[in-house]
């Protein structure tokens, strides 16, 4: 090709009434700019003129052997005729180059529309129909209007039925990375909605030290204080290729790392993006996300933690026994053996809120120090003991007993040090090490009383004002928990921040945000 020819260069002449028929090119200009889940071209009004494009059109955007769909938003200023502004996370997976020649054509409609549309007069799915949503999906094939509305679909607990909700968790878990560990590979998850409870860090080398293979992969903060992810992130690395995780789970047995890093089940991802938009998850969903990436990881014995509570993600009784229906469906069609344990609770479990205070309570907790926090380490005992009863490692009834044992004879803290070697962290740091935010405000009682109940909602919502979970130090710590009493002049809980200014606004609007009751 002449440098001088000019561009968009068409194959053929443009039909306006059979527009998918024709590939036209442009000279990419990369864009640092990420879109997130919905990836988007920039094209120039001139062209987008002559080649009558418009605003939301969708293009199939083709490099090398690669092949992708976009959306378009025009642009006068931020790319010249002839160029296409290509956004950095598209960039970034297919290696574009500035300057680069790719190839569009006018997209046709996603086939697995139809099968959206089938779901929402409430018809049901087959296998074949629910795989190629989700191969639309993680194909960016569909925006994220047309994937509410399937989301928006499961909210009809009667609209799914037991063996969709399978043919959806197996095709989300096929059609990402899928792993294989021992025989027996154990895994522990809760449904989370609940602060603190940061429980996996204590059971993973708990259960590792009895020779179990337990390779737990979490995910960060949502809409909580902290996810696992974000609290692990304080003391060792998290971000793990599937070929490392295999490394370090031979070396330990187990492994504390963020599933974001891998390509599990990628099509949840997009999920999650939609229903946090929303600020609202269907429960069947819910149990899909969670399984998907159990049979992506090869797990063959599970138990799921349903903490109840008027102000967390599961209200009450009724809501968290239906979950376990579901769950328990989906398991079996997997083998995977599984517990439910469901558990309610009138606060949340520790005493620090947020990344850095939750770990420092994890690792009292596995160094035995006087201070740990008991609530949390007898949730961690509880679990651990009923994950090693459910693999038959430990006879049942005793598996409460081995897993304080493991605990109290440091067996637990020896693998955990193993597991922050191996993942880049200092096996010889001390709980009062970990470093908390700089500035803090202690909120002292003007009375006596006993703490009665703990607002969940209204003590994340301070948490993030305090810059949870990206300020790490950042947090609350609970000096007084449900149940303890205390006096006039007793330090109730104490904020923290690595910004003295989010403590300020933090302290300003703590009269309209109540704690304690």
Not at 259 to 278: E, V
């Amino acid at each position: 090709m002449a440098e001088d020819e000019s561009y968009p260069l068409f194959i053929d002449k443009i039909d306006s009434k059979n527009k998918s028929s024709h590939d036209f090119f442009l000279k990419a200009k990369l864009i640092d700019i990420s879109a997130g889940k919905s990836w988007t071209v920039i094209v120039n009004n001139e062209d987008a003129k002559r080649m009558g494009i418009l605003v939301g059109d969708e293009l199939n955007l083709s490099w090398k052997n690669k092949e992708t769909e976009v959306g378009v938003d025009l642009s006068s200023e931020m790319v010249l005729p002839t160029e296409v502004g290509i956004v950095k996370d598209i960039w970034e997976k297919y290696r574009i180059k500035d300057g680069d020649l790719i190839r569009f054509t006018f997209a046709n409609r996603a086939p697995s529309l139809q099968a959206i549309y089938k779901k929402l007069f409430g018809q049901k799915l087959t296998y074949a129909e629910m795989l190629s949503i989700i191969n639309d999906i993680i194909n960016h094939r569909l925006n994220d209007i047309e994937l509410a509305f399937f989301i928006a679909s499961a909210f009809d607990e009667n609209n799914f039925s037991d063996e969709e909700l399978y043919f959806l968790t197996k095709a989300i878990a096929q059609t990402g990375d899928m792993m294989k560990f021992d025989k027996i590979t154990a895994d522990k998850h809760s449904t989370g909605g609940l602060p603190g409870n940061r429980v996996t860090p204590i059971i993973v080398p708990i259960v590792a030290s009895f020779g179990i293979c337990i390779p737990k992969t979490s995910s960060r903060s949502i809409t909580s204080a902290a996810g696992t992810a974000d609290a692990v992130e304080t003391i060792m690395g998290v971000k793990f290729g599937t070929e490392e995780i295999k490394e370090i789970v031979k070396k330990n047995k187990g492994c504390l790392v963020w599933g974001g890093a891998l390509k599990l089940a990628p099509a949840d991802d997009y999920f999650i993006h939609i229903t946090h938009n929303l600020g609202i998850e269907p429960y069947s969903k819910l149990v899909v996300s969670v399984m998907s990436k159990k049979v992506a990881m090869g797990v063959s014995h599970l138990v799921i933690d349903i903490p109840v509570a008027k102000t967390a993600k599961i209200p009450d009784m009724e809501t968290a026994l239906k979950i376990k229906n579901i769950f328990e469906k989906i398991a079996k069609e997997f083998k995977i053996k599984t517990e439910v344990v469901i558990s309610e609770t009138h606060g949340p479990v520790g005493k620090g809120i947020g990344p850095a205070l939750e770990m420092r309570d994890v690792l009292r907790v596995l160094q035995q120090k006087e201070n740990r926090p008991m609530d949390l380490e007898n949730k961690a005992i509880k679990l651990s003991g009923a994950l090693l009863e459910l693999t038959g490692k430990i006879s049942q009834g005793k598996g409460e007993e081995r897993a304080r044992e493991s605990l109290i004879s440091g067996s637990a803290w020896k693998k955990m040090m193993g597991i922050m070697d191996s993942q880049g962290g200092n096996p010889t740091i001390d709980s009062e090490s970990i470093n908390i935010g700089e500035y803090k405000y202690e909120v002292i009682a003007e009375n006596s009383g006993t703490i009665k109940f703990i607002n969940n909602h209204n003590l994340v919502e301070i948490c993030r004002i305090l810059g949870t979970p990206d300020l790490k130090g950042s947090g609350v710590y609970l000096n007084k928990s449900v149940g303890e009493s205390y006096v006039k002049g007793d330090i109730l809980f104490t904020l923290y921040s690595d910004s003295e200014q989010r403590v300020l606004s933090a302290k300003d609007i703590l009269g309209q945000l109540s704690i304690y009751r």
